[in-house]
């Protein structure tokens, strides 16, 4: 299975300020990659820096649901650091909030940042990937819009459009560029602000997701993973008897 080499460029990284974003950034830079970090708090991602190997994170404040500047910001960094190769659309807010007690504007702030940024980034981003004909795209998901908790709308509802604009970025993208993989993955419940209190600790699965955001098999081009394994999509009955009769069940791969 390909994997991508410090020398092929850059990690673009959202949300790289604090929880499963930094350590992300931390294993990506133990692995040699050069991370470009965003977030909004430039004290938070200098934090984020200090914990990193000198010189492999550079900090970049930027905030996703800021349409209008994310091609600019992609165009330095691809002037100032090469190439994207990797690009890890982590950023994300969870307000925890009543139907009741939202407003249009509170509404639309969390799919701004939950979809209209990972839309919005990694727009640029393949823009820039196209020239070149590879890359990597991994959009942090969760299974948030098919069992949605209760005052979690917003964040539901974004975050499933977010894993149907994975699919349809493959549908546009697949034929033509095959060796720029796009995909999902779900780094299960976390220790973080976002996560719960007796969740798995963020390092962890940080390991698993830049173990898969370095892989560029292109059968991976649309694979769903949680934590450490691939969600394999439904099957219908004709293809379990199918499997059944001809001994040959697909198997989940696993990191």
């Not at 992300?24 to 200090?50: C, N």
């Amino acid at each position: 299975m390909t994997e991508i080499h410090p020398s092929e460029g850059c990690v673009l990284l959202s949300g790289a300020g604090s929880g499963l974003g930094r350590a992300m950034a931390m294993a990506f830079a133990e692995r040699g990659f050069r991370v470009v970090g965003l977030g909004r708090s430039e004290a938070a991602l200098q934090e984020t820096a200090g914990l990193c190997a000198p010189g492999l994170f550079v900090a970049r404040p930027c905030d996703v649901a800021e349409l209008s500047t994310l091609s600019t910001v992609v165009a330095g960094i691809w002037q100032e650091h090469g190439p994207v190769a990797v690009l890890v659309n982590n950023a994300a807010i969870y307000p925890r909030r009543d139907f009741l007690d939202e407003t249009p504007e509170s509404f639309a702030q969390t799919v701004s940042v939950n979809l209209l940024g990972v839309a919005g980034l990694s727009n640029a981003v393949l823009k820039q990937m196209a020239t070149v004909g590879t890359g990597r795209i991994l959009n942090v998901a969760t299974f948030a819009d098919m069992n949605p908790l209760p005052s979690a709308a917003a964040y539901s509802v974004s975050k499933g459009a977010a894993r149907i604009l994975t699919r349809a970025m493959i549908a546009d993208l697949g034929d033509r560029f095959p060796g720029i993989v796009i995909g999902d993955w779900m780094p299960g419940m976390l220790a973080t602000d976002m996560g719960i209190p007796d969740g798995l600790d963020p390092a962890v699965s940080a390991q698993w997701g830049v173990t898969l955001a370095l892989k560029r098999d292109p059968l991976l081009n649309g694979a769903v993973f949680e934590m450490n394994r691939e969600i394999l999509p439904p099957r219908g009955l004709k293809g379990k008897v199918k499997d059944l009769l001809t001994f040959n069940r697909p198997r989940p791969r696993m990191l």
